[in-house]
């Protein structure tokens, strides 16, 4: 596929990001080789993707402990193993529990309107939909078209 056929990205994100990858690359390699995948036979753009997604998984953080035992770790490695210093290390956040409470999933309302997180949030249930699975159309009354497949 050319690249930004689907969306070019920004310029700046294409160098963050490389620049991320670049810092953290035996990490970024080792777990994508682990998961079957050569970054370097790739495509940029599909690259690029898996280090994106790569890059967002490893900033979700779940506790203030999670937070300092990653940022620690990563700087003794780099100091004792590369003989250098680890260039995204982070002191402790001053507000991570601002951040850390239980949230909801569906941050908007019905008008677009954000709504601000509340601890012990429980999505309601949703019975699951019914369907006839023999007939031409098993989710009639539910969508409008037949689904594609």
């Not at 690249?3 to 994100?13: L, R």
């Not at 036979?41 to 953080?61: K, N, P, Q, R, T």
């Not at 250098?84 to 008008?111: C, G, L, M, V």
């Amino acid at each position: 596929m050319d690249f930004g056929d689907v969306c070019k990205p920004p310029h700046a994100g294409v160098i963050g990001l490389t620049e991320w990858a670049l810092e953290l690359w035996h990490y970024i390699n080792g777990r994508c080789l682990l998961n079957g995948i050569n970054l370097k036979e790739l495509e940029v753009s599909d690259m690029l993707d898996v280090i994106h997604y790569l890059f967002e998984e490893d900033a979700v953080i779940s506790s203030e402990a999670e937070f300092e035992t990653k940022n620690n770790a990563r700087d003794i490695i780099y100091e004792t193993v590369y003989d250098r210093k680890f260039a995204y290390s982070a002191k402790k956040s001053k507000n991570f529990d601002e951040y850390s409470d239980d949230y909801s999933s569906e941050p908007f309302d019905k008008s677009g309107n954000y709504v601000p997180p509340t601890k012990n949030y429980v999505k309601p249930y949703i019975p699951p939909t019914d369907f006839d699975p023999d007939a031409s159309n098993p989710y009639s009354g539910v969508l409008r078209e037949t689904p594609l497949g």
